[in-house]
């Protein structure tokens, strides 16, 4: 299993932007691994927001009516191991403990959370006037 950090969670009022980071232990290189960002706002399931496969690109796993595409976006950064989920336009529906997960290679096509191996601890993101 691969070990995933992940950090940058925090507080931010309505409208403001967030940047988290995923960071991947030494061993674990990035171009073998997808990694994808999972959400899970209080009494609700564990979502997917989105993901990068090895070679570098992304797939949207939200649907149009929860409002992140377009205002999520991921990158990596090869050299840090470090995955980033830059998100902006932040709401009060976006406040949710924040995971990133990996799995070997691919990214699932259907983006439940079973299907990734490896989890980090999570992020909280508080998003409130």
């Known amino acids: 299993q691969v070990q995933l950090v992940e950090s940058g969670g925090g507080l931010v009022q309505p409208g403001g932007s967030l940047k988290l980071s995923c960071a991947a232990a030494?061993?674990?290189?990035?171009?073998?691994?997808?990694i994808a960002w999972f959400r899970q706002a209080p009494g609700k399931e564990r979502e997917g927001v989105v993901c990068?496969?090895?070679?570098?690109?992304?797939?949207?796993?939200?649907d149009y009516s929860d409002g992140t595409t377009g205002r999520f976006t991921v990158s990596r950064d090869l050299a840090k191991n470090t995955v980033h989920l830059q998100m902006n336009s932040l709401n009060t529906g976006d406040t949710a403990v924040y995971y990133c997960?990996?799995?070997?290679?691919?990214?699932?096509?259907?983006?439940?959370?079973?299907?990734?191996?490896?989890w980090g601890q999570g992020t909280q993101v508080t998003v409130s006037a």
């Open positions: 997960a990996a799995r070997r290679d691919y990214c699932s096509i259907t983006g439940r959370p079973t299907a990734y191996d490896s």
């Open positions: 030494a061993g674990f290189t990035l171009n073998s691994y997808a």
């Open positions: 990068i496969n090895s070679r570098g690109h992304a797939i949207d796993y939200s």
